[in-house]
């Protein structure tokens, strides 16, 4: 992919997200359509993940799965695209399969906050007491790590969070 292809699908990327964050899931939704028609962006993991946003704004739930599904197909790596996964069967009530992705997460990455998270609830919500328990405390462990780094990255090092 040249570097042309590579910012113009950046661009892209970035008004499509603007749209997402406005609430206009459908125009983005277009917009990210016919980019991944173009040859070149077709195997763009990244259209595909914003595609899947686009779906899940409109309640399209399976849409959306697809368009994950096949973003983690061109990377199976991605963390937040198993956690989407997890997150949007959750929202199905396929604690099952939710249970499996956000697993799939954390196996991509083990300091993954928000899927200890969802792999916790889920967890609970389908009466698996044991694997809670065990997520639940990684969650509690993590949470004051997680919590401080995300304070220090919007606010920066020289503020404290004991105000000491």
Do not use: C
Not at 19 to 45: R, W
Request: glycine share 4%.
């Amino acid at each position: 992919m040249s570097t042309n292809t590579k910012k113009t699908v950046q661009n892209i990327l970035n008004e499509t997200n603007q749209l997402l964050n406005q609430g206009k899931h459908k125009e983005a939704l277009e917009i990210l359509k016919n980019q991944i028609s173009n040859k070149n962006n077709s195997t763009n993991p990244a259209l595909y993940i914003s595609i899947g946003q686009s779906y899940e704004g409109l309640g399209l739930k399976e849409e959306s799965i697809e368009a994950f599904k096949y973003a983690f197909k061109l990377n199976p790596d991605n963390a937040f695209v198993t956690n989407k996964l997890g997150n949007v069967y959750k929202e199905l009530n396929k604690l099952d399969e939710a249970l499996r992705w956000f697993e799939l997460s954390i196996a991509s990455e083990e300091n993954n906050f928000a899927s200890f998270h969802g792999a916790n609830i889920v967890s609970f919500l389908d009466h698996k007491v044991d694997k809670a328990i065990k997520y639940g405390s990684v969650v509690l462990k993590k949470k004051d790590t997680f919590y401080t780094n995300n304070f220090k990255n919007r606010f920066g090092n020289d503020i404290s969070l004991n105000n000491k």
